[in-house]
């Protein structure tokens, strides 16, 4: 089955640099982009300054399009060239659907195969798939290239697809070694097991794939206790593909950089940041980019880059497997994950963190409100372990931000399973929420 490995870093920096000038090439056929790449000469890429004058595009600015010019405009003609369409991700705003050529598809799917090797899985494992199975391609990713390598699958999907208490039958019948999907719902999917006598962690998943949801360290801990599983972090995004994934290592997300021109810059400047410091994430695709052209695509997230330190043994043999050459990604949080009550920023994954780390706690839900009086509050809405006393846990909850935010929120009670019950019907778990007119 065809990976395609790079050799050397010698020749993913040849890749890039032809690559890039191809992708401009493209874009330049666009009328989108023919003010944007005005002064750009394709030959002259490596130049810092030349670079630097395309400007980052965001998903704001393509959903401001109407749909037509969105497909006459950005898009590349001829339409009929497109073999399937990917729904943009995200909780929030009109979602925007890519049309992808059988080009794009290749090299898309390429992306996706190399997930299996990354975390060790092979034809000796079956994977229980609950990404959603739906317009939103992840799911139908993940299992199409699991096939292709011998890899069992069991296409479930999210509990919109097929009930979450179905799904708890099946991985206890069919006997999966990997379960796929959001974290929130395994965590869901954990905390309905407990509530029906089942102990996942007896079961017979050892890896968890998890992505599409930024991956707290509190989250992480949480699920490897209640599934009893090495959790692997994935992120990807449908402007790309698969771009980065942990392997056994666990000492980041090596990024394909064959496949994608990856940049970390200064949120304000847009200038690149030192290796190793927090900026944000700007992806070119360097491949799949025949129809949706994205130059300097800038997702939404805050991560960190630098060159992997040490081979990765994983390759077979003692040697080093062949994603060692790829960098290494940190995902710090979202640009756009925080709060701002009473004037103080409360940061989403600094929450979740924060929650997550009070064992009683088995699922929330934040928002912010507007009192009767006017004022503004923060609201924990939360289920507990059953057994858990809740005015132990709200105390808890309540002096924990109070510390942390010099904020105190109201904390609420809900049936357990009350929320896996809402993220079941969305692409993404909308776990904060702003309710302020």
């Given at each position: ?24 090439q493209r874009a330049l056929q666009a009328p ?7 002064g750009v000469d394709p030959d002259r890429l ?224 847009g200038q690149p940041v030192p290796e190793g ?161």
């Open positions: 089955m065809e990976f395609r490995w790079p050799a050397s870093h010698e020749e993913i920096d040849r890749i890039r640099r032809e690559r890039l000038r191809v992708a401009v989108f982009y023919r003010e944007r790449l005005r490596e130049d810092p300054a030349v670079w630097s004058r395309i400007p980052l595009l965001t998903k704001d600015e393509l959903r401001a399009l109407p749909s037509e010019q969105f497909y006459s405009g950005f898009c590349l003609p001829p339409p009929e060239r497109a073999v399937e369409h990917w729904r943009s991700g995200g909780v929030t705003g009109r979602p925007l659907f890519y049309p992808r050529s059988t080009i794009d598809m290749y090299w898309g799917l390429l992306a996706f195969r190399r997930a299996w090797p990354l975390i060790g899985a092979g034809p000796q494992d079956c994977v229980h798939i609950s990404f959603p199975l739906g317009i939103h391609p992840v799911g139908h990713l993940y299992a199409r290239t699991a096939e292709e390598l011998g890899i069992g699958t069991v296409w479930c999907g999210a509990g919109s697809n097929t009930p979450s208490l179905t799904q708890l039958d099946l991985l206890r019948e069919l006997k999966p070694t990997i379960w796929a999907g959001m974290p929130s719902y395994a965590l869901h999917l954990a905390n309905l097991a407990e509530a029906n006598g089942i102990d996942l962690a007896q079961g017979s998943v050892r890896k968890l794939i998890v992505a599409a949801e930024p991956l707290s360290a509190a989250k992480r801990a949480k699920l490897e206790r209640m599934w009893g599983a090495e959790v692997f972090d994935h992120f990807g995004m449908t402007e790309g593909s698969f771009v980065a994934g942990e392997s056994a290592l666990h000492d980041g997300l090596h990024v394909w950089s064959d496949l994608f021109h990856v940049e970390v810059v200064d949120e304000r400047s410091e927090i900026g944000a994430l700007v992806v070119t695709p360097l491949w799949n980019n025949t129809i949706t052209p994205f130059l300097r695509w800038s997702s939404g997230d805050l991560v960190s880059l630098r060159r992997a330190p040490a081979a990765d043994r994983g390759g077979g043999k003692g040697a080093p497997a062949p994603w060692s050459l790829f960098p290494l990604l940190r995902h710090a949080r979202r640009t756009v994950g925080f709060f701002k009550v009473r004037g103080i920023n409360v940061n989403h994954p600094e929450l979740e963190d924060l929650i997550y780390s009070d064992p009683e706690v088995q699922d929330f839900k934040a928002e912010a409100c507007t009192l009767d009086t006017g004022l503004d509050e923060l609201r924990l809405l939360v289920e507990i372990r059953r057994g858990a006393r809740f005015d132990a846990v709200a105390a808890r909850l309540r002096a924990a931000c109070a510390r942390t935010f010099e904020l105190t929120p109201q904390v609420v009670l809900l049936e357990s399973g009350s929320l896996g019950r809402e993220f079941e019907a969305s692409v993404k778990a909308a776990r904060f929420v702003d309710r302020r007119g």
